[in-house]
Structures are given as structure tokens and as C-alpha cells.
């Protein structure tokens, strides 16, 4: 029924580039497949093609929008045909990824809990609901993203040891069921390095982030699924997080953030001295050994010190975990004396939640992170690449341990609070 849209289409492209037009073949070509394929669907859905007189006509079209797809050619802008009567999305541009899939059921359950943005609105009525959506196609949606990230929540994790594991808390904004404030959730993330070197998603849930009974349960619901053969625990200092690991994870390292330590640091110091104090921080991290990090970072906090008093205290203090790396393989050094690993999926989460700005529940925040490292846990199983080499790993075995202290986690350690 597109034959002569589709002629038209061909002819006016290869026109162009005999005139030399086109900038972009391939990207043309694209949006022109999609847009044949959109209007084709279109004319099934209506009942006719364009201007097509037919008993099996259901409704009329009645103008169009645009909208910008990304595609390996670049990002391409197509036409939706809108109706007169109902709604109509092209089955070619329905999500794929489970992440999208996600981020549609958020958005139609904020829609029509009535608590969405003007954002929310807009995405919702370009996913096809502006003539609305039922509450329980909205729980059909739900119920099917919840069985996926479900079972990435609850797996066994007994299949492995992972010697190191890291936690971190990402904020979003969530409606308090039953009290209608909005309040601020901490996501909390788990992965690990299984001991042959390979990356996994462990845990996900959403809480506060400094109530130790909200970590410990955590912690506990961990180890209940089989987490075993941790040497050391990657994280920030958040107070609750800290002493549940004094309880659920002694024996355990603990490598404090150092990233998060030398903002704390550079706190202390006005603008003028921000340089000097972090380019002297970075030189204790330089040192080729152990011993050598340890003596480096006693220089650094009297040179710090004779600038502003307070940083001896708190460089004291600090010492023990965030130097907590360097008692482990030197290869393994950049990748565990911080929590940026976790940074990509943190901006992943960012970037998905800006869209609905306001989550409706607490299960909204879980369905759509969950569907974030659902495809992250898959995406590092299906690649060849370890993040950190089998061989190296091997040095993590008790026969090859370092002599270097280590900082363990006990029930009675005292540690400093991030301000």
C-alpha cells in the first residue's frame, strides 16, 4: 500500500546523491527503511494507505510527530502518524533492551499514580499513552520487568568465591507511600570480582544509607545467598555501612574510598592550597611498595599539617583503610582503592532516572535499577575480557599472601565518618 510512497522516497534519495546532497548516506537510508516501515504499519493498523478509500477502514490519520531515534548510523529524526481514534507506536520502535522496557513501566506507573513531572508527561504521551493507560495494563507491564531483576536480586551466589566485593549508594527521589512527601532513598549496589578475575552483579535495594540496620540487613541477606571468600570490602564511609561490616564481614579488609577521602581532605583547604594539597596526596599513591605508601603518606600529612593542623588527625585516623590496597597484588592497585568502578553504572542510573524525576515507590526505584544491572550482569558474563587477570587473582591464594598489615575488620573498629 506504500509502493508509491516508497518509489518517490527511493528516487528523490538517489537524486541527492547524484547531486552530491546527501552528507550522510547511510544515516539517510536509515531513517528512510524506518520511515517505510512506520508508514507501512500505519496503513495496517488504519485499514488503508493514504488517500485509499476501503471497507476495512478503522480511522484517519491526523497529522504526525517527530521523533529522534539513535542508531549505529547516527541519530536519525522519524515521523509517527497520530489518529484520529486511539493511539498508535510502531512495533519496530518498541524497546527492546530491558532497561527501556524498565524505564516505560516507571513511567506509566508514575502516569498514572498522578505523580509524574511534566518530563514524565511528555515521555508518557510519546510512548503512546495520551488516550491513557489502565492501571492494570500498568500492572502487567510491572509484573513481567519484576520477574527478571527478582531473580538477579535473589540468585545463589555459592557458585564462587569473590574475594573482593564492592558496595556504594547512589540518591533518588521517592514518594513516601501513605505520608505523599518526597523523600531522598540511597540505592544501594553490590558487585564483586569472583577469584578467576570476572565481574558480577550481588545485590541491589534501597534504604538509608547511614542506618546500620538497613546495611546489616543487607550484608546478611549477602552471605545468607552464598556470598563467600571475601578479602576486602571497596566502599565509602558511611556510618551505618561501617559498623554492619564489623559485625557481618570480620576478618574482611576494609579499603576506604580514596577518592571520597581527599575530597573530605581538600575541604580543609581554601582554593589557593587545593592544588599543592592534592598533588601531594597523589605522590603517596605513586610508591612503587607497600612500605614506600606508608612512609609517603606520613610525609604528606606533616607536610599538610604545618598548612592546616586538622588534616594530622584525620590522615592519622584514615590511614589504615584507605591505605588498605597496598597489602594486596600491585595489579590490582588502581582497580581497588576506590569505589570508581561502580561510577558507569551510577551515571547509567542517573541518566535513566532524570527521565522520571520522581519515583512512586520504592518498587519503581528497584524495577528500573534492577533492569540497569540486569543487562550490566549480562553484558559482563557474555565478554571474554576479565577485569582482573586469572593469573593475578592467583596471588590472592593463602600461599602467596603479602606479608604487608592489613586493615581487617573487626567488631570494635572506630572509623571517621565522610563529612
Not at 89 to 99: H, N, T, V, W, Y
Amino acid at each position: 500500500m506504500t509502493t508509491t510512497y516508497s518509489a518517490l522516497s527511493a528516487a528523490d534519495l538517489l537524486d541527492a546523491v547524484r547531486r552530491g546532497d546527501v552528507v550522510d548516506l547511510i544515516a539517510e537510508s536509515v531513517r528512510r527503511v524506518f520511515q517505510e516501515l512506520i508508514e507501512a504499519e500505519a496503513d495496517a493498523r488504519i485499514g488503508a494507505a493514504r488517500h485509499e478509500r476501503t471497507d476495512e477502514r478503522v480511522t484517519y490519520r491526523n497529522g504526525s510527530r517527530a521523533k529522534l531515534l539513535t542508531t549505529q548510523a547516527g541519530d536519525v529524526e522519524v515521523r509517527i502518524p497520530k489518529l484520529r481514534r486511539g493511539s498508535f507506536f510502531p512495533s519496530i520502535l518498541e524497546p527492546r533492551r530491558r532497561i527501556d522496557q524498565a524505564l516505560h513501566a516507571v513511567v506509566m506507573e508514575a502516569y498514572v499514580c498522578g505523580v509524574s513531572t511534566r518530563t514524565v508527561d511528555d515521555l508518557a504521551e510519546a510512548l503512546g499513552a495520551s488516550s491513557g493507560i489502565s492501571k492494570s495494563e500498568v500492572s502487567r507491564i510491572c509484573a513481567g520487568m519484576d520477574e527478571f531483576v527478582d531473580a538477579l536480586r535473589t540468585r545463589r551466589l555459592d557458585h564462587a568465591e569473590f574475594p573482593y566485593v564492592y558496595l556504594d549508594a547512589t540518591y533518588l527521589h521517592v514518594r513516601e507511600q501513605g505520608l505523599g512527601q518526597v523523600v531522598s532513598k540511597a540505592v544501594v549496589i553490590a558487585t564483586g570480582v569472583r577469584a578467576d578475575g570476572g565481574r558480577e552483579v550481588l545485590g541491589l535495594d534501597v534504604g538509608d544509607s547511614e542506618d546500620q540496620p538497613f546495611w546489616e540487613a543487607f550484608l546478611a541477606s549477602l552471605k545468607a545467598r552464598g556470598l563467600s571468600g571475601v578479602r576486602l570490602v571497596v566502599s565509602d564511609q558511611h556510618a551505618g555501612l561501617v559498623a554492619a561490616l564489623g559485625r557481618h564481614l570480620q576478618g574482611a579488609a576494609h579499603q576506604r574510598c580514596r577518592v571520597h577521602f581527599a575530597r573530605n581532605l581538600l575541604a580543609l583547604f581554601p582554593k589557593t592550597h587545593k592544588g599543592m594539597a592534592a598533588a601531594a596526596l597523589r605522590t603517596a599513591f605513586a610508591q612503587p611498595k607497600a612500605p614506600m605508601i606508608a612512609d609517603a603518606w606520613d610525609k604528606v600529612r606533616d607536610q599538610l599539617a604545618a598548612v592546616n593542623p586538622k588534616t594530622r588527625p584525620m590522615m592519622d585516623s584514615a590511614k589504615t583503610e584507605v591505605l588498605a590496597f597496598s597489602a594486596f597484588p600491585k595489579e590490582h592497585w588502581v582497580k581497588i582503592w576506590s569505589n570508581n568502578p561502580l561510577e558507569r553504572i551510577n551515571k547509567e542510573i542517573k541518566r535513566r532516572s532524570r527521565v522520571v524525576g520522581i519515583f512512586p515507590n520504592e518498587n519503581a526505584v528497584i524495577r528500573l535499577v534492577g533492569a540497569i544491572l540486569t543487562d550490566t550482569h549480562d553484558e559482563w558474563q557474555a565478554t571474554d575480557r576479565r577485569y582482573l587477570s586469572e593469573e593475578s587473582m592467583r596471588k590472592l591464594h593463602p600461599n602467596n599472601r603479602y606479608d604487608e598489615p592489613v586493615a581487617t575488620i573487626t567488631g570494635s573498629d572506630q572509623h571517621n565518618q565522610d563529612s
